[in-house]
Nanobody, 123 residues
Framework: QVQPVESGGGSVQPGGTLRLSCVASGDTHNCMGWFRQAPGKEREGVAG????????YYADSVKGRFTISADNNKNTVYLQMNSLKPEDTAMYYC??????????????????WGQGTQVTVSS
């Protein structure tokens, strides 16, 4: 089993920044990423990283604003979120698993995810 634990959410004004962290303890995993779900909307993939070569995925809606990175020694993945918009408001969930290939658009392929951290962007 893998246990992801998120931190770093909060409330910011539009244009602000936040940094999310996720520590994934337990079994080996090669895919770590972030999904989000806003009220009344489906859960969507935001960003992901493949631990072997650190190749990354970004949803079109966050490209150029969000950056995902990983520290394999710490089993930690980070999501730097810049230029935040009100539409980024959502519960953000960290996922971690060993799957091939990594799929950061389908939440259902992941067996392990955290409890979520709330991000609110509002003036």
């Amino acid at each position: 089993q893998v246990q992801p634990v998120e931190s770093g959410g909060g409330s910011v004004q539009p244009g602000g920044t936040l940094r999310l962290s996720c520590v994934a303890s337990g079994d080996t995993h090669n895919c770590m990423g972030w999904f989000r779900q806003a009220p009344g909307k489906e859960r969507e993939g935001v960003a992901g990283i493949y631990s072997v070569d650190h190749s990354v995925y970004y949803a079109d809606s966050v490209k150029g604003r969000f950056t995902i990175s990983a520290d394999n020694n710490k089993n930690t993945v980070y999501l730097q979120m810049n230029s935040l918009k009100p539409e980024d408001t959502a519960m953000y969930y960290c996922v971690a698993d060993f799957i091939r290939p990594c799929d950061f658009e389908s939440f259902g392929v992941y067996s392990y995810w955290g409890q979520g951290t709330q991000v609110t962007v509002s003036s």
